[in-house]
């Protein structure tokens, strides 16, 4: 039998965004549900040791992170659902969405914290990822100091990487299946300029070498002319082919750029519908770290705080330029 859960926030998603909004939408009173999805969590909970989350001493694992701030949501009044959104509704208000359950969730306001999930190759042993495999420099660079790592793609994120990693790194080849670079000119000036970086030209990463015991050892490479492989070995591997935003349910129902990211006002996680809020790598494709989601996750909390107390009449118009009243107040 399906159920109405009713509420004035939902927020689809639980990641760092989403359990972040539902902490500070709780303290507010806002009795805000989160549908959880697929992955509860995101995607910290398939990342082994975390060094850059502040307030952390020593290097933390992913899962458990995320563990803390669902319990912490859950502390302050939130509702976790296990359910998957495959329906929404926002040309009328209140919003509503449908669960794979069955159940509907009808509320005033909803964050959108769906995330985006990086894109593989498809040939990367489930074993390795986390052991020498990732999809983030920024999130596991630091792992591979003074040791030469691999990174796979042509397009400006992968030579962001290789920058990126040139910091760290001994040494850094870049591996590109065609002989020309899809990246912007400048950055590749930067690219060839850098002499702790090599590029293999006309390439494609065959297999991935190691163990669960050693992790990862070394790349097979298929030249794709002539046929021929080789091996490279590197202690890490950085795919950097590209993110997919989880954001099909809402095309042509928000504003979406070229890359399926939703777009938000700017200094805002406000979207082209009054009253829906995105946070998190669902709206942000520059730095896709946790720390920025969880901050997102609160920025629209706040303004979803904003626009009830506006929409309600609760506050002068003066008010409404500042930080929700009823926010500041939960710091207090």
């Given at each position: 039998m399906s159920n109405i859960h009713q509420s004035k926030i939902l927020i689809i998603g639980s990641g760092p965004a989403g359990y972040?909004?539902?902490i500070y939408a709780?303290?507010?009173n806002l009795e805000p549900i989160i549908v959880q999805g697929l992955q509860p969590g995101g995607q910290l909970t398939i990342t082994t040791e975390v060094e850059n989350f502040s307030g952390?001493?020593?290097p933390i694992m992913g899962p458990w992170l995320?563990?803390?701030m669902q319990k912490q949501a859950e502390n302050v009044g939130a509702r976790l659902i296990y359910d998957v959104i495959t329906e929404v509704d926002l040309?009328?208000?209140?919003?509503?969405?449908?669960?794979?359950?069955?159940?509907?969730?009808?509320a005033d306001t909803l964050i959108i914290c769906t995330g985006a999930q990086a894109r593989w190759l498809g040939n990367e042993p489930e074993y390795l990822q986390g052991r020498g495999i990732s999809g983030c420099a920024t999130c596991d660079g630091a792992f591979f100091r003074n040791q030469h790592v691999a990174v796979i793609g042509g397009g400006n994120t992968a030579v962001e990487e290789a920058l990126y990693l040139s910091n760290l790194a001994s040494k850094v080849t870049l591996i590109h299946r065609r002989n020309l670079l899809r990246s912007e000119k400048?950055?590749?000036?930067?690219?060839f300029r850098n002499p702790k970086i090599e590029v293999i030209w006309n390439h494609r990463v065959n297999a991935f070498l190691g163990s669960a015991d050693t992790g990862l050892t070394g790349l097979r490479l298929l030249d794709v002319e002539s046929g021929a492989t080789r091996e490279l070995e590197v202690a890490g591997a950085?795919?950097?082919?590209?993110?997919?935003?989880?954001?099909?349910?809402?095309?042509g129902k928000l504003t979406l750029d070229e890359d399926g990211y939703i777009v938000t006002k700017?200094?805002?996680?406000?979207?082209?519908?009054?009253?829906?809020?995105?946070?998190g790598d669902v709206k942000d494709k520059v730095f896709r770290q946790a720390i920025t989601a969880a901050g997102m996750g609160c920025m629209a909390a706040l303004e979803a705080e904003k626009w009830l107390t506006a929409r309600e009449g609760k506050s002068d118009p003066a008010a409404l330029d500042g930080a929700p009243s009823q926010m500041i107040g939960a710091w207090e």
């Open positions: 972040t909004a539902a709780s303290r507010a952390h001493s020593q995320m563990e803390q040309a009328t208000q209140p919003f509503r969405a449908k669960g794979d359950s069955g159940d509907e969730y009808v400048i950055l590749q000036d930067r690219l950085f795919i950097a082919i590209g993110h997919d935003p989880a954001t099909t349910l809402f095309r700017p200094d805002s996680t406000a979207t082209s519908v009054p009253g829906v809020f995105a946070a």
